[in-house]
RNA sequence: GGUCGGAUGGCCGAGUGGCUAGGCAAGGCUCUGCAAAAGCUUCUACAGCGGUUCGAAUCCGCUUCCGACCUCCA
């Protein structure tokens, strides 16, 4: 039996296109469609970018939780994500490949790879379906047919562009970014090549292939290869329909990427193709924005080994996931030794909490005091979560349970004096939020069988010494196994260990 | 240069005009053979200057500083 929770808690999302927290509403609720930009896999994400996966993967769990039947489509570029600075057009996959001196589809595959990789390592569930831009290029070249029919499209010697000029005329090209067109059009920044489009706002749908273009498909108007925004809306249209609930991005994506999309879909099928667009935040580094282009990246490889040079030590896949989940997905998260620092502490906090819970069971006598409290924080959990993902206030109210959960577990007895459902209602909450929203995971191999087994003798053996007060002997036991990363633990009920 | 967004205690970070977010660090205490771990506890900050209000971190204006986008980026 499956709770639906949604009818009792009112998601309030805020909405990038009218700049304030709306309540969500599906179109078709129970079901929510819901896009997300993917990776572009011509080399390693960083950390910044994973941030938003996990952030997506964050609304989608809670989503679900919440009881909506959720699909949530995340692309895979993997062409056409054009380079078109300095007059040497050409794709990102096929530049790498070039790099690499391989064929673009090894470049694909080897950063595809990887990325699954890492988003398994971080514990993002995967999309319900990952569509990638060379599956869908029928669709991509049928949707620029149909736009230039429309009368929004021109060919030109090297390309099929989209004609911005005109389709502002029709529709606010620029309502999502907020910008000015004027301003836009008349900015005085200089573009680097020749391209033959007419307008300096338009972008290519399709781009006509070069002989020495490897990556290449046939259409009406020659062999192409299709422009980096054409993908998204052709595949969102397919999987999720003309109009769905939610499309995901980086902010960075705003003006130009996203606002080509919606230009794009509304040329082609005349309506606005998303009810609610959310953006995280960039992850900064000293305050600057981790982007490849200005070589502050970290890749996740770097920090979980801690050798990155601007890390005096390595931090696990979780502390890095609950760092990111200590601040709201629309803040700049800025990266550094002391906040991983304090998120490792934050983490193994809350995981502690969570075991000790389980020790915990009810006095019989009800204090009214404690139970409003627990009541309280049960509501507030969920309440900061409605308010538009925040998982930062969700973890500070989890603190509060934490506060409540070793006092009682510093109790003789163990007892709450709370009522019996309610105790159970505190212990699902935080299996509910650790595991399956916030999507943490247990860490420490306290579950290795045999691992197990040979701690339970170490530390009999350094309990005998310690009772005949062989110190010598206990604390070579100690000190050995804090070598290989083992800590042990001394308390009133005895010593038990964890595994860094 | 244009547009948009920020500035919160030693650090990281929530804050929906009134009820000290939270975590980390630091100090104190409990526990302990010593330590670690764990727990309890203390630390009342909102860039500056004006304004609105009974009341402002929150609303408005100006100033300073920072960032993002405008050219590829999640």
Redesign the pocket.
């Known amino acids: 039996m499956e709770q639906v929770l949604f009818h009792q808690n009112t998601l309030y999302v805020y909405n990038t296109t009218s ?1 304030q927290k709306e309540r969500f509403e599906p179109l078709h609720a129970p079901f929510v469609g819901m896009y ?5 896999v011509y080399s390693e ?9 996990v952030m997506y993967d964050l609304m989608f769990r809670y989503m679900l939780h919440l009881g909506y039947k959720v699909r949530y489509v995340r692309n895979i ?1 993997d062409a056409g ?5 300095s007059g040497e057009t050409g794709d ?1 996959i096929s530049k790498q490949a070039k790099i690499e001196q391989v064929e673009p589809m090894e470049i694909v595959q080897k950063y595809s790879v990887k990325f699954h990789r890492i988003m398994d390592t971080l514990n993002c569930l995967p999309p319900s379906i990952e569509p990638t831009a060379t599956g869908h290029i029928v669709e991509q070249i049928e949707m620029t047919k149909k736009i230039m029919e429309n009368g929004f499209a021109y060919e030109t010697d090297d390309a099929i562009y989209f004609d911005v000029e005109k389709f502002s005329a029709n529709y606010p090209y620029t309502k999502l ?4 067109l004027d ?2 059009l008349n ?3 200089e ?2 090549g020749q391209e033959s489009k007419k307008g ?2 338009d ?1 290519a749908l399709m781009i006509k292939a070069k002989p020495e273009h490897i990556m290449r498909w046939p259409s009406p108007w020659g062999d192409v290869y299709p422009g ?1 925004h054409i993908e998204c809306s052709a595949m969102s249209e397919k999987y999720l329909g003309k109009t769905f609930d939610i499309h ?10 996203h606002t080509n999309e919606i230009a794009q879909c509304v040329a082609c099928n005349h309506v606005d193709p998303v009810k609610y667009w959310l ?6 580094v000293n ?8 070589g502050n ?1 970290f890749l996740p490889a770097e920090l979980f080994d801690g050798s990155h040079p601007l890390l005096d030590q390595g931090y696990s896949p979780m502390t890095v996931r609950f ?1 990111m989940l ?11 030794n ?2 991983l ?9 809350l995981m ?2 969570k075991s ?1 819970l389980d020790q915990i069971t009810i006095s019989g006598t009800i204090n009214n005091e404690e139970e409003a409290n627990v009541n309280k924080l049960l509501l507030a959990t969920y ?2 979560m409605n ?2 993902f ?1 998982s ?2 969700a ?6 349970a ?6 009682w ?2 109790l003789q007895n163990k007892k709450a004096n709370i009522q019996e459902h309610t105790l159970l209602r505190l212990k699902t909450l935080l299996h509910h939020f650790l595991f399956d929203i916030f999507g943490l995971l247990e860490e420490s191999e306290n579950n290795n069988e045999k691992l197990n087994g040979v701690m339970e003798l170490v530390i009999d053996i ?1 309990k005998d ?2 009772g005949k ?1 062989d ?2 002997t ?2 070579k036991i ?1 000190d050995a196994l ?1 070598g290989v990363g083992i ?6 009920d005895g ?2 260990w ?1 595994a860094e």
């Open positions: 700049r997300a930009c993917g990776p572009t994400p960083h950390l910044g970018n994973c941030r938003s996966f570029t994500h054009v380079e078109s600075t990102r970014s907020g910008r000015n301003d836009l900015n005085t920044r573009l680097g300096r706002l972008f980096w995901c991005g980086g902010m960075d994506l705003i003006p130009t990427h953006h995280p935040n960039m992850l900064t305050g600057q924005k981790m982007s490849k282009s200005l990246s760092s200590q601040a709201h997905y629309r803040s700049t998260l800025d990266f550094s002391d906040a620092k304090a998120a490792e502490k934050g983490y193994k906090r502690n909490a000790a309440d900061a308010n538009d925040n930062a206030q973890i500070a109210e989890l603190n509060e934490a506060s409540m959960i070793n006092t577990n510093s350094r010494a310690r007060k110190f010598a206990s604390d100690r804090q800590q042990l633990k001394d308390s009133k010593t038990s964890q």
